[in-house]
C-alpha cells in the first residue's frame, strides 16, 4: 500500500491555548485557559489556525489502495499535559463543512464519493500522548479526474473522559488532487538575503506538495519550519513561474526581474544569482526563483534553485 504524503506546513501544535486564540476559548467557554485552574481541556483537529483548516493531498493514478499520511488529519489534545489515559474520539463525514467552504471562497472542490475511501471514525489518543491520527484509505483512483479536486470533510463529534471538543477546531477538510509533475522532493541552494541576518541556502531538502494541476506547494527559503510558505504556479508552455501567497502564510513579493535596490537594497551573494528569474526548466526539472516578503527593517529576499531529487 502507497502512502500519500503530506507537505510539511502545518505548524505545530503548541501545548496550551496558542493555537485557540478566540473569544470563546479565552474566556474558558470551551478548552483551556489554565490547565492548572482546572478548567476544562480541549480535544480537536491539529490545525495551522481555525480559518486554515483545509489540507490539499495529492495522489497518484493507479489501482491499489492509497493511505492518506496521518500528519494530513491529526487529532490533537490541547492541555497543559499528556493524555493520562486514553481519550476516545469520535469523528463523522459532514458534507456541509465542504459545501460551506465552496460558497464562502468560490472555489469547487467536488465531493469525494463515498465508495472511493473509507475511514476509521473511531479514533484514540493513547495515554502519555497527545496526537492521534484518522486514517483514511483510498482503495483506488481509477475514475478521478485529475482536472478536478474532491474533498472529505470532517468533523469531531464526541470526545470521552470530560474533555471538552473545541469548537474552532472541530472541523477539517482534505481537498485530493492528483498529483502533478512537479510534487515530490527537492534539493534547494541559494541566498536568503536579510537586513541583519544573511545567510546561504545549502543543500536544503524540499518537499513540493500538488495543490492544483500547475501548482505546488513549498517552504519559503529556509522558514518553513517558521510557518512561511509559497505556492508556485507554473505555466505549463512557457515555464514561466508566478510565485503567491499561501494561505494563513506571509504576503509575497515578486522579484523575478532583479533584487531590490531600496529598503535596504542587496547585491548578489552567490554565483547562480542571475539565473533566478522566476523559471521553471524542464531539463534540470528545477525551479530558478527570487522572490520575497515585507519585514520590520525592509525585503527579505530569497533565491533559489530548487532542483529535484
Not at 501545548?15 to 490547565?35: A, H, W
Not at 497527545?130 to 475514475?143: D, E, F, L, M, N
Not at 472541530?170 to 541583519?196: C, Q, R, W
Request: with cysteine; aromatic share 10%.
Amino acid at each position: 500500500m502507497k502512502k500519500i504524503t503530506l507537505l510539511a506546513l502545518a505548524a505545530i501544535v503548541m501545548v496550551g491555548t496558542g493555537c485557540l486564540k478566540d473569544k470563546d476559548f479565552e474566556n474558558q467557554k470551551y478548552g483551556i485557559k489554565d490547565p492548572g485552574a482546572g478548567s476544562a481541556q480541549g480535544v480537536g483537529f491539529n490545525l495551522q489556525n481555525k480559518t486554515n483548516f483545509k489540507r490539499t493531498i495529492g495522489v497518484v493514478i493507479t489501482d491499489q489502495p492509497q493511505e492518506v499520511d496521518g500528519d494530513a488529519v491529526m487529532l490533537a489534545l490541547y492541555a497543559g499535559s499528556k493524555a493520562p489515559k486514553d481519550i476516545h474520539i469520535k469523528v463523522a463525514v459532514d458534507t456541509s463543512i465542504l459545501f460551506g467552504f465552496n460558497r464562502e471562497n468560490g472555489t469547487e472542490i467536488d465531493t469525494l464519493p463515498t465508495d472511493k475511501f473509507t475511514i476509521v471514525t473511531d479514533a484514540v489518543i493513547p495515554a502519555g500522548q497527545q496526537y492521534a491520527p484518522v486514517k483514511i484509505t483510498i482503495p483506488s483512483t481509477q475514475g478521478i479526474s485529475p482536472d478536478r479536486s474532491y474533498g472529505i470533510a470532517l468533523k469531531i463529534v464526541s470526545v470521552d473522559g470530560g474533555y471538552t471538543v473545541s469548537s474552532n477546531m472541530a472541523k477539517t477538510l482534505v481537498e485530493i488532487v492528483i498529483k502533478n509533475e512537479y510534487d515530490g522532493e527537492y534539493m534547494a541552494n541559494g541566498f536568503f538575503y536579510h537586513p541583519s541576518a544573511p545567510r546561504p541556502i545549502e543543500e536544503l531538502p524540499k518537499t513540493l506538495s500538488t495543490v492544483n494541476a500547475t501548482s505546488v506547494a513549498v517552504d519559503l527559503g529556509d522558514l518553513g519550519p517558521a510557518g512561511y510558505y509559497a505556492i508556485f504556479d507554473t505555466d505549463p508552455v512557457t515555464h514561466n513561474v508566478t510565485i503567491r501567497q499561501f494561505p494563513g502564510s506571509v504576503a509575497l513579493v515578486d522579484f523575478g526581474t532583479g533584487l531590490p535596490s531600496t529598503s535596504p537594497g542587496y547585491t548578489p551573494q552567490w554565483a547562480n544569482s542571475a539565473e533566478c528569474n522566476n523559471i521553471y526548466v524542464p531539463s534540470e526539472q528545477a525551479f530558478k526563483v527570487r522572490y520575497g516578503y515585507v519585514g520590520g527593517t525592509g525585503y527579505r529576499v530569497t533565491e533559489e534553485i530548487i532542483e529535484k531529487l
